[in-house]
């Protein structure tokens, strides 16, 4: 996915939502907002790779 196209969407769906009055089009802005998020995630965790818990340490 292309985080330009994510990071627009965010940003005009931010936008959209600030000057709309009709709560059912809002409630709609924000769950397109919520999956547009949700992506920008997803695709920074594939970047940084998967996250590891970390290795226990056994007391002697």
Do not use: T
């Not at 936008?15 to 999956?35: H, V």
Request: glycine residues 4%.
């Amino acid at each position: 996915m292309n985080e330009f196209v994510i990071q627009s969407n965010i940003e005009r769906f931010e936008k959209l939502l600030a000057s709309e009055a009709d709560a059912g089009k809002a409630n709609i802005l924000r769950g397109l907002l919520a999956n547009e998020r949700a992506k920008a995630v997803a695709v920074h965790r594939s970047e940084i790779g998967p996250i590891q818990a970390a290795p226990k340490i056994s007391k002697p």
